[in-house]
């Protein structure tokens, strides 16, 4: 069980990292950079859609909103430019 949580939160670290690429790539499309900085500022933002101090329902919007956004980002991204970033960051 600890090994899945230490694997999974290894390539969260990693897919973050892929992420930082994608947004600093210039053949990203301004769109998904737009869209990627949003999720991101969207989990470090204190105010949300749903306050978290609502039990359950106050992180479901965490945990809808954001991967939306990464996922409809990725949509925009190029594969090429992808797969670039997911090497380098696999590099790292």
Do not use: N
Not at 57 to 77: E, F, S
């Amino acid at each position: 069980m600890f090994e899945k949580l230490k694997s999974l939160g290894r390539s969260l670290k990693r897919e973050v990292t892929v992420y930082q690429l994608v947004i600093q790539d210039k053949r990203t499309p301004k769109l998904a950079k737009l869209l990627l900085m949003l999720a991101v500022g969207y989990v470090l933002f204190p105010f949300d859609i749903i306050p978290d101090f609502i039990p359950v329902i106050g992180y479901v919007d965490d945990a809808l909103i954001v991967p939306a956004l990464v996922l409809l980002a990725l949509r925009y991204v190029p594969q090429a430019v992808l797969d670039d970033c997911r090497m380098r960051a696999s590099s790292q």
